[in-house]
Nanobody, 119 residues
Framework: QVQLVESGGGLVQAGGSLRLSCAAS????????MGWYRQAPGKQRALIAS???????NYADSVKGRFTISRDNAKSTVYLEMNSLKSEDTAVYYC?????????????WGQGTQVTVSS
């Protein structure tokens, strides 16, 4: 079965940095695009960064230039490097994969990791 396990969240001061990790199992990792979402209190979960199987990346405007998504296929792990953190980056961060199940693709989520940025 597909499992995604995030780590690396925590409390950081504004302007600081954190690196999130998401270890995947139950999928052929190198064949799947991966994404990072976040959900702030009272807001919907939103995609902030994604990486394709070939390593192409896309970012939400709110994090562009500050966050970097990367992947290590040998470790079946996707990372989110977050720099110049702002209070508005406070949220629960989730790793996502839309993994194949038969002829369809289904979304799978990690348990989430809390990032709190103090101003």
């Amino acid at each position: 079965q597909v499992q995604l396990v995030e780590s690396g969240g925590g409390l950081v001061q504004a302007g600081g940095s954190l690196r999130l990790s998401c270890a995947a199992s139950g999928i052929i990792f190198r064949l799947n695009a991966m994404g990072w979402y976040r959900q702030a209190p009272g807001k919907q979960r939103a995609l902030i960064a994604s990486i394709t199987t070939s390593g192409s990346t896309n970012y939400a405007d709110s994090v562009k230039g500050r966050f970097t998504i990367s992947r290590d296929n040998a470790k079946s792990t996707v990372y989110l490097e977050m720099n110049s953190l702002k209070s508005e980056d406070t949220a629960v961060y989730y790793c996502n994969v839309n993994a194949p199940r038969g002829t369809a693709r289904l979304p799978y989520w990690g348990q989430g990791t809390q990032v709190t940025v103090s101003s």
